[in-house]
């Protein structure tokens, strides 16, 4: 049963342009999420997180929305850079310390 | 500061024979620290985690285990590995940043079961 969901395993964008990532949870006692980028052969490296106290959270190009209700969340990058072309994974804990569950990721790729 | 150290970062290993990986983390006491697995294309996998010496919990049942001798050492091992062992194996300690239990990883150790 995978508690954390990235249905979309690959996404491409211009240069420039937005990139959406999106990710869902079902389980509803989830109150802290964190987005991760990862390069080939390396550990993934802890972008931005989000409390289910609050709908928004903005880090320079990085967003990440919260959507409780809909048990939704989405990682907007703006502008995108080639650079930021990694695997991204949502995860999710339900309290502080406690483990973290990791999404399957989304490749993004950001062409020049 | 912080850093944690994996290693070997690279393993080529026969079907049957052993496997230890070792991860040790400096700049803090008494992390928490996590064994993931990443196999390939798929996400991470949650293997063990522990909150102090000799404190382990498994989350998926297998031919590894876990150990934590000292403080800040995690072991990974197996007495008989799988061809379906093979995989990137990560490291990590958690530290609580507003709220939030965020991960630190550690570089990976790239296992190959032949």
């Known amino acids: 049963d995978q508690q954390v969901k990235q249905n979309s395993p690959s996404l491409s964008v211009q240069e420039g342009r937005i990139s959406i990532l999106n990710c869902d949870y079902t389980n509803s006692m989830f109150d802290y999420f964190l987005w991760y980028k990862k390069y080939p052969a390396e550990g993934p490296t802890f972008l931005i997180s989000?409390?289910?106290?609050?709908d928004k959270n903005e880090d320079g190009r990085f967003t990440v929305f919260l959507n409780k209700s809909a048990k939704h969340l989405s990682l907007h990058i703006v502008p995108s850079q080639p650079g930021d072309s990694a695997v991204y994974f949502c995860a999710a804990l339900r309290t502080s310390y406690d483990k973290v569950i990791f999404g399957p990721g989304t490749s993004l790729s950001v062409i020049p | 500061s912080q850093t944690i150290h994996q290693w070997p970062a690279t393993l080529v290993q026969p079907v049957g024979s052993p496997l230890s990986l070792e991860c040790t983390v400096e700049g803090t006491s008494n992390p928490n620290l996590y064994w993931y697995r990443q196999a390939a294309g798929r996400g991470l996998q949650l293997l063990f985690y522990?909150?102090?010496?000799?404190?382990i919990s498994s989350e998926v049942p297998q031919n590894l285990s876990a150990s934590r001798p000292q403080d800040r050492q995690f072991i990974l091992s197996s007495k008989k590995l799988l061809l379906s062992d093979s995989g990137f194996y990560l490291c990590?300690?958690?530290?609580?940043?507003?709220?939030?239990?965020?991960?630190?990883f550690g570089a990976g150790s790239r296992l190959t079961v032949l």
């Open positions: 522990s909150v102090g010496i000799g404190q």
């Open positions: 989000i409390s289910s106290i609050k």
């Open positions: 990590a300690w958690s530290v609580l940043w507003s709220g939030a239990n965020v991960l630190t």
